[in-house]
């Protein structure tokens, strides 16, 4: 029988996505200040990334003619991977409290960096994802394999790119620079 240790502390994240400038809905909405409410400070926000270009999906939601625009959070949370579905909870009623007429116009999924992995939370059921409680499943979008983010077949399509694994690899140093000081 194996025994049982604690779990490793991972770098809770959120990939923000937004009706157009991200600088207005995430600075001058007050969404920033919300997630800073609930999960306390943020160590890193990416540069503004092209989330249009890999679907339409969202934009009968935030706006037919709307660029949607993406953007990669830290949060400074060194936390459980067992806190992901109450975390994903927690910023499905932040977005909920910034839609319009009940249609989002600031996306956040939430998730968290490991040393190995990258983890979503979602409320969608698909063979790939695991039921955590709570109505939410997890996904391992990436996995950190030879020095670099690997994605699989069902990885959203914008992780599997270039730059998101370019912020993500931001993300993961200031992990590993956050975890030696936990060990």
Not at 4 to 27: C, P, Q, R
Not at 63 to 75: P, Y
Not at 87 to 107: C, Y
Request: proline residues 1%; positive net charge.
């Amino acid at each position: 029988m194996g025994k049982l240790k604690k779990s490793e502390m991972v770098n809770y994240v959120i990939h923000a996505f937004t009706a157009g400038n991200s600088d207005y809905w995430l600075n001058e909405t007050g969404v920033i200040e919300e997630i800073k409410k609930h999960f306390g400070k943020i160590d890193y926000i990416s540069k503004p990334l092209d989330f249009q270009r890999f679907t339409d999906y969202y934009n009968e939601e935030m706006g037919k003619n709307i660029v949607v625009e993406g953007r990669m959070i830290s949060l400074e949370l060194m936390a459980s991977p067992a806190f992901l579905a109450d975390a994903k909870l927690i910023t499905n009623k932040i977005e909920e409290k910034f839609a319009i007429d009940g249609k989002r116009k600031v996306n956040l999924d939430v998730g968290y960096v490991h040393h190995t992995q990258f983890v979503l939370a979602t409320t969608k059921q698909q063979g790939n994802r695991i039921y955590i409680g709570r109505n939410i499943y997890a996904e391992i979008t990436l996995m950190y394999v030879y020095g670099k983010w690997a994605h699989s077949n069902n990885s959203y399509e914008n992780f599997k790119d270039e730059m998101y694994k370019k912020e993500l690899e931001v993300i993961r140093g200031l992990y590993l620079k956050k975890r030696k000081k936990i060990k």
